[in-house]
């Protein structure tokens, strides 16, 4: 499956941001899909997972109550909605699937797209 990211951008602290990740092929509906992101001169670091169901979501814990994680298998696509945004959240943010569980590990990676929270 292919995965294509979108959605960053700059944004102030508090705020909000809703991020895409579109997968090329109907059977995304079978695939769990995961958020990742790299901060410059950081490892890349897991943000949140959902079933292929939709019923089961994990997150890490800074983004916990914050972040909510969700997909629309009818539109063969996957969210990220980041609210009360931080500086610490800017990162290149990556989207994941994989067939193997909901923690991963993820075997489909799309392109990162960037988000900036300014102070």
């Known amino acids: 499956v292919q995965l294509q990211a979108s959605g960053g951008g700059l944004v102030q602290a508090g705020g909000s941001l809703r991020l895409s990740c579109a997968a090329s092929?109907?059977?995304?509906?079978?695939?769990?899909v995961g958020w990742f992101r790299q901060a410059p001169g950081k490892e890349r670091e897991f943000v949140a997972s959902?079933?292929?169901?939709?019923?089961?979501?994990y997150y890490a814990h800074s983004v916990k109550g914050r972040f909510t994680i969700s997909r629309d298998n009818a539109k063969n696509t996957g969210y990220l909605q980041m609210n009360s945004l931080k500086p610490e959240d800017t990162a290149v943010y990556y989207c994941a699937a994989t067939r193997v569980s909901t923690m991963g590990p993820f075997h489909y990676w799309g392109q990162g797209t960037l988000v900036t929270v300014s102070s």
């Open positions: 959902i079933s292929w169901s939709g019923k089961s979501t």
């Open positions: 092929e109907r059977t995304f509906s079978t695939y769990a």
